[in-house]
Nanobody, 123 residues
Framework: QVQLVESGGGLVQPGGSLRLSCAAS????????MGWYRQAPGKQRELVAS???????NYADSVKGRFTISRDSAKNTVYLQMNSLKADRTAMYYC?????????????????WGQGTQVTVFS
């Protein structure tokens, strides 16, 4: 099994910054893409940003120019730098990873989610 552990959430005022981290562990062969999603109370989970193994990034329109996603492939870790946070950004942020790993002695695809880290923007 591939496990994802997020960190870096917390309380921040509007206009402030936070940096989220997500580390993947397990019998990983390759991670093709990692991403961050957010889910506000009563809302569906939505994509914030993603990055492929080749470094191609994708952002939700609402965060372009303010958030930056990056990854350290050697550490199987993805980061999300969030600047100029707005009050409507309060949500649980989840990490997602897709790739291949060894399971029961064979190569299998995986898609894993982290437990989430809470980001609260308050004034």
């Amino acid at each position: 099994q591939v496990q994802l552990v997020e960190s870096g959430g917390g309380l921040v005022q509007p206009g402030g910054s936070l940096r989220l981290s997500c580390a993947a562990s397990g019998s990983i062969i390759r991670i093709n893409a990692m991403g961050w999603y957010r889910q506000a109370p009563g809302k569906q989970r939505e994509l914030v940003a993603s990055i492929t193994s080749g470094g191609t990034t994708n952002y939700a329109d609402s965060v372009k120019g303010r958030f930056t996603i990056s990854r350290d492939s050697a550490k199987n870790t993805v980061y999300l730098q969030m600047n100029s946070l707005k009050a409507d950004r309060t949500a649980m942020y989840y990490c997602n990873a897709q790739g291949s790993h060894v399971l029961y002695g064979s190569t299998q695809r995986f898609q894993s989610w982290g437990q989430g880290t809470q980001v609260t923007v308050f004034s």
